[in-house]
């Protein structure tokens, strides 16, 4: 079965930092795009970052750009999201999903980690 | 960016009658390629977004007949063709032909 599975989530205050993880598996994972998307409770999804599948190139939303590093480790089959620098306005839910050059979609998604950032 | 707007954003349906929702893009979602990266995704309360639908009008594996995609350039509509239990939430659309990736608001299909 193919899975994404977010971990790492928590609550930080402002300023702080925090990793997550996401792990996949039931697919072969270096050969994918990997992105992650962010939703405020409530609210709409945002899309936030993505990472080549060799890890060689990334991208990132300007709201987190020089504060959220994403990475991958190929041979652990996990994404990250390297979170400096936090701000209220990062409380969220974030997913990590997958990216299918074939569909030109976002075509598996985790269950999702909460980032809450709050004094 | 690119500006998803769709409407409505809320839509109350009677079981096993059609719901229609639009979604129009601030410019041209056709890609250099020859593509259009316009896909919709729905989500359930509590549960992560799903792929329904990809590039305009393909089924994603296991969505039902009962969904179709339609539309081109910047206006594009996903109909349920008769509305089950199941269909609530909230369906979004979600252009992936330029950077950064955007989404639309979402409209919440609601059972009356």
């Known amino acids: 079965e193919v899975q994404l599975v977010e971990s790492g989530g928590g609550l930080v205050q402002p300023g702080g930092s925090l990793r997550l993880s996401c792990a996949a598996s039931g697919f072969i994972f270096s050969t994918y795009w990997m992105h992650w998307v962010r939703q405020v409770p409530g609210k709409g999804l945002v899309w936030v970052s993505r990472i080549k599948s060799d890890g060689s190139t990334t991208t990132y939303a300007d709201s987190v750009k020089g504060r959220f590093t994403i990475s991958r480790d190929n041979a652990k089959n996990t994404l990250y999201l390297q979170m400096n620098g936090l701000r209220a306005d990062d409380t969220a839910v974030y997913y990590c999903a997958r990216w299918s050059d074939y569909y030109g979609a976002l075509d598996v998604w985790g269950q999702g980690s909460t980032v809450t950032v709050s004094s | 960016d690119i500006v998803m707007t769709q409407t409505p954003l809320s839509s109350p349906v009677i079981l096993g009658q059609p719901a229609s929702f639009s979604c129009r893009s601030s410019q041209s979602l056709v890609h250099s390629d020859g593509n259009t990266y316009l896909s919709w995704l729905h989500q359930r309360p509590g549960q992560p977004p799903r792929l329904l639908i990809y590039?305009?009008?393909n089924h994603f594996s296991g969505v039902p007949d009962r969904f179709s995609g339609s539309g081109a350039g910047t206006d594009f509509t996903l109909k349920i063709s008769r509305v089950e239990g199941d269909d609530v939430g909230v369906y979004y659309c979600?252009?992936?032909?330029?950077?950064?990736?955007?989404f639309g608001q979402g409209t919440k299909l609601e059972i009356k």
């Open positions: 590039k305009i009008s």
């Open positions: 979600m252009q992936s032909t330029h950077f950064p990736y955007t």
